[in-house]
């Protein structure tokens, strides 16, 4: 396939540059599964899930547990990702009928060369590539606070008996418990 670009007007053959764009074969291996129907499962991800209608030429993400504000995050910067790629029409992203769910179209190319689903294919796994770092990061994070707050070092706990007691301690007396039992006493 040659491109020809042409400099000015003006231009004599000369000053026509012609660029051979030799197509490039990739190769990418992801995780995917193919239902009954048609449609691929992509379940790479950590922690959504992608399906291809290749039908209907329709992208629907699904939280992999439970939906929270992360989840929804990751999904819209999923699409919107694939909306700046050029590859989901901006106007068609929805919820999905399921709850949690979000869905996009994704149009035909015009270029009867290239497949839309393999384009499709191609930035999702660019896109799960790019989240990994962040997501296993994320993850590591989440592993030390937990194992600090479980099994903490000696300088950051203390043995059972190693703190005195006193007889007053903190802002509740405990001769007066049954007042903060009741809601009596938070305005004095």
Avoid: C, W
Avoid at 3 to 26: L, M, R
Avoid at 70 to 92: C, H, M, R, T
Avoid at 100 to 127: H, M, R
């Amino acid at each position: 396939m040659s491109v020809k670009i042409k400099i000015d007007s003006d231009a004599t053959e000369e000053e026509v540059a012609e660029i051979n764009a030799h197509s490039e074969h990739v190769q990418i291996s992801i995780h995917a599964r193919k239902t009954l129907d048609g449609k691929i499962m992509i379940l790479e991800h950590k922690l959504i899930d992608i399906i291809l209608d290749t039908k209907n030429q329709k992208i629907i993400t699904f939280p992999k547990e439970e939906l929270s504000d992360e989840i929804y995050s990751i999904q819209s910067s999923y699409f919107k990702y694939l909306v700046n790629e050029g590859v989901v029409l901006p106007d068609s992203i929805r919820s999905g009928n399921i709850f949690g769910s979000l869905e996009g179209v994704y149009p035909d190319a015009t270029d009867e060369n290239v497949s839309a689903t393999q384009i499709v294919l191609y930035s999702t796994k660019k896109f799960i590539e790019a989240q990994a770092p962040h997501l296993e990061m994320q993850e590591f994070i989440e592993n030390e606070i937990e194992e600090y707050m479980v099994d903490p070092t000696p300088e950051d706990s203390t043995e059972l008996g190693e703190v005195p007691e006193e007889p007053k301690k903190g802002s509740i007396t405990p001769s007066r418990i049954r007042r903060y039992l009741s809601g009596y006493g938070y305005y004095e």
